[in-house]
Structures are given as structure tokens and as C-alpha cells.
């Protein structure tokens, strides 16, 4: 057992005796040891290292809640005076609040613990092969890895614990032209081959930026939207999208969906995993998460449940995030092979990220974006120019409904890189996807 572990299950075990008659807590851990390299011209110009614990304590008492956020030093004695300390601020602020109708505790004395298998890779390594192959190149970028720590316990006997080991980078290769290609590659097992790959492709990439810019006129292209691009539209839809409550007051952009008036591509299958997944399979409420299938042959076949929705709307709870939105969300592949995606594109755009995505248009599910970065016009299967950047502005239901013509066999395991805080769990497995109309407007 680690020393995270040997903590939190000590702080969460001398908890219990401190209550009063007719108090209950919940006690959620969240901690990393993360490494930070970050990088210009292919030069280490910053590293660093950061160990950090949090505990969100929250005191019940006759339906009423009060939750306090506490640094963790790491010493037994230390933090469990100030959890203590915490109990006595919560029991003044639980006195003054209301009792609130949509509470819903988890009672089940349920057990979880995870604790995967990955090895990182040497920091050292890392940086060598990419100074190997980034030779002659400006790559900015920054490397985060390590282990993060996520924990759960209860006075009803709940008890969780989840690590997960990951790593992240996250770079761009600038031309002298100030174009940029913008890559990353992240998991939980580094591979030196998968890594020159896509080192490679971006080196690719960049050579084409040199070439003179294509300007587009506004109005609907093939485009073949690669993973990373279809990562954002897909994290779009995460707003709400999936969401009980959403759906519920008619607030979701896949409300006419629901209602049968709109349809999906049948090739869509969307699943939030839980097992094997980055995030651990419980949440900061003690709700256990489930597989949810989302969509199948692109209909709506299920919705996120967090349990104050779960209270309110009598459904059966799902999902540990409040914002009931996919933690590892998972697209199924299609046929198209990766090798061929541009031939199948034939003439059209190449999208390798989209960027400041919002919607134009929830109940049509109309999302208008940016293109920007390595976006680039193809002929005949051939890059032919970089693109100017371009704004798009077209629903799901279009480019990724009726127009949907492929997804490819290969898909891209994708990591959040946020930082803000805390680096965080949250995964996407997706291929890319190929459409045969995809509305630009200026």
C-alpha cells in the first residue's frame, strides 16, 4: 500500500469517532506527483516537479450539507488535526443552511480500488528521442506525467481508491513563416515508435505550411475531421448533450434527437466506460459510475444521472459528475483505414484541430468554430496548400448525421492536458471521421 493510500485511509478511518449524533461525512481525496517539462526550440527551458493533496470534506446533518476544501501536507498527525479543525468550521455553517430537498447520499457500503499497471517512461528518454527527432525543428511544447490519486470514503462504509498513471505532450512545430502544426501524444504506456510517428506526421505537416496559402470561398467542402478535430466537437457536445437534467428541462443540444424529429449518422456508437478508463469508476459524492451505452447506430439510447437528478427526476443514477457530462468517452471505429482517409477524401479540406468552439444553435445542435493551425486543401487525395483560416458554422445533424460517409478503423486515445489546479482524468477514444459536407461561413 503507498503512502497516498496509508493516508487517506487513516484520515478517513479517524473521521468516524469525531462525529456527533446525527452526523454522517463524506471525505474525497485528489492528489498527483506530476513532473513538468516545458520546452522551446527543442530546448528544456523549465522543469519541474509537483506533489500536491486535497481533501473535500463535507458534514450532514438533518438534510442540511456543508463542504470545505483542505490542503494535505502529508503528515498523519498534521492533516488529521486539520480535518478536525474542518469539522468545527462545517458544524457552524451546517447549523445555518436550510435542508436541501434534492439530497441524495449513497448509503451502500460498496468497496472500489484500482490501481493500474503502467510504467512511465524516464523523463530522460523522453527528452532524448524527441531532441533525436525534432532536430532542426521549433517545437514549443510542455511534458506532463505522472501519477494521479483519487479517493472516496463515507461514514456508511463506502470506500474507493483509484491511480492512474499518465503521461501528456503536448507540442507545436513552428514554420519561419509564423504557420504553426500543433500535435500531442498522450497514455499511460509509452511507445518510441508510436511517438516518431507522430513526430513525423507533423514534420510532414509542416513542410506543407511553406506552401503559398489557399483562400476558400464560404460555402459546404468534403472535409475529413482528424481525431484531435473531432475531440472538440465531441467535447462540445459534452455540454449538456448527455445530461438527465438537461434533457430533461429541454436544455440539451440532442433534445430534438431524443424527440425523434433529428437524426445522428447510424455509424455513431458513443459508450462512457468505466473500466480501464483514466477516471476513476467513482465520484467526489461516493455515486459509483456505470458503462452508459449513449448512442447507438446514432440514436439516443442513454443520458448521464448524477443524483441530485436521479432525486429529482426519478431516474437511476449513472454518473459521479455533477456537470453530468462523459469522463471516458468512447467512439466506436469504423472501415476506413487511416492509410487511406485522404484518398477517400479525394478534394477537399484536411481539418487537424478546430479551436474557440461554441454553439450557434442549441436545439438545432449547430456548433460554429475556427479552424486554424494545420488545416490544409487536398486533391485527389494529395495535400496540395495550407488553408486560411476559416470559421464553420453547421449542425451535428449535417456533417455528422446525413453527411457522414466513414469513421476511420484506428482511433486516437486522448488525454485531457488541463492543468488548471490539478491535472486531470478525462479520456476520449475516437477515430476520425470523414463527411461529405461541412459548412464554412467566412
Known amino acids: 500500500m503507498s503512502h497516498a493510500e496509508s ?22 481525496y485528489s492528489a498527483e506527483e506530476s513532473e513538468f517539462i516545458r520546452l522551446n526550440h527543442a530546448q528544456v527551458r523549465q522543469a519541474g516537479r509537483v506533489r500536491q493533496a486535497v481533501a473535500r470534506l463535507k458534514l450532514i446533518r438533518d438534510g442540511r450539507h456543508a463542504e470545505l476544501a483542505i490542503t494535505l501536507t502529508g503528515d498523519l498527525d498534521t492533516d488529521q488535526q486539520r480535518l478536525a479543525d474542518g469539522l468545527v468550521q462545517l458544524r457552524v455553517a451546517v447549523s445555518e443552511l436550510p435542508a436541501d430537498p434534492y439530497l441524495q447520499l449513497e448509503r451502500t457500503a460498496w468497496q472500489r480500488r484500482t490501481l493500474d499497471e503502467a510504467r512511465l517512461p524516464d523523463s530522460t528518454d523522453v527528452l532524448a528521442q524527441m531532441t533525436t527527432l525534432a532536430s532542426g525543428l521549433d517545437l514549443v511544447g510542455i511534458y506532463a506525467a505522472g501519477p494521479l490519486y483519487r479517493g472516496f470514503a463515507n461514514s456508511f462504509g463506502a470506500f474507493g481508491w483509484h491511480v492512474a498513471h ?10 519561419a513563416n509564423g504557420q504553426a ?8 504506456e ?5 511517438f516518431a510517428r507522430r513526430v513525423k506526421d507533423a514534420r510532414q505537416q509542416l513542410d506543407h505550411l511553406g506552401k503559398p496559402l489557399r483562400t476558400l ?15 472538440e466537437v465531441l467535447g462540445m457536445l459534452a455540454w449538456g448533450g448527455f445530461s438527465a437534467r438537461a434533457l430533461a428541462n429541454k436544455e440539451s443540444p440532442l433534445q430534438r ?30 455515486t459509483p459510475r456505470s458503462d452508459v451505452a449513449l448512442l447507438r447506430e446514432g440514436r439516443l439510447t442513454g443520458q448521464l444521472v448524477y443524483p441530485r437528478s436521479a432525486s429529482e427526476y426519478g431516474l437511476t443514477v449513472n454518473c459521479a459528475d455533477a456537470n453530468e457530462a462523459p469522463q471516458s468517452l468512447a467512439v466506436a471505429p469504423g472501415t ?64 455528422l448525421g446525413e453527411h457522414l460517409e466513414a469513421l476511420t478503423q484506428e482511433r486516437q486515445l486522448r488525454l485531457s492536458n488541463a492543468t488548471y489546479g490539478e491535472r486531470q482524468t478525462w479520456s476520449t477514444l475516437l477515430p476520425g471521421a470523414l463527411t461529405s459536407k461541412l459548412k464554412l461561413t467566412l
Open 7 to 28: 493516508l487517506f485511509t487513516a484520515l478517513a478511518e479517524r473521521l468516524g469517532p469525531q462525529l456527533q449524533t446525527g452526523e454522517d461525512f463524506t471525505l474525497w
Open 257 to 286: 434527437l431524443q424527440e425523434g424529429s433529428a437524426q445522428l449518422s447510424p455509424l455513431l456508437d458513443l459508450d462512457e466506460r468505466v473500466a480501464g478508463a483514466m477516471a476513476p469508476a467513482f465520484g467526489p459524492e461516493g
Open 181 to 188: 502544426v500543433k500535435a500531442d501524444y498522450a497514455g499511460a
Open 336 to 399: 476506413l483505414p487511416l492509410e487511406q482517409a485522404l484518398d477517400a477524401l479525394g478534394t477537399g479540406l484536411y481539418i487537424g484541430n478546430l479551436w474557440y468552439l461554441n454553439w450557434s444553435d442549441v436545439p438545432a445542435a449547430r456548433i460554429t468554430g475556427m479552424t486554424r493551425f494545420a488545416t490544409f486543401w487536398v486533391e485527389d487525395g494529395r495535400i496540395q496548400a495550407p488553408v486560411s483560416t476559416m470559421r464553420f458554422d453547421d449542425s451535428l445533424y449535417s456533417f
Open 190 to 194: 509509452w511507445s518510441p515508435d508510436e
Open 166 to 175: 499518465s503521461f501528456n505532450f503536448d507540442w507545436s512545430l513552428f514554420h
Open 217 to 231: 470561398e464560404p460555402g459546404e467542402y468534403r472535409a475529413y475531421l482528424a481525431p484531435a478535430a473531432l475531440d
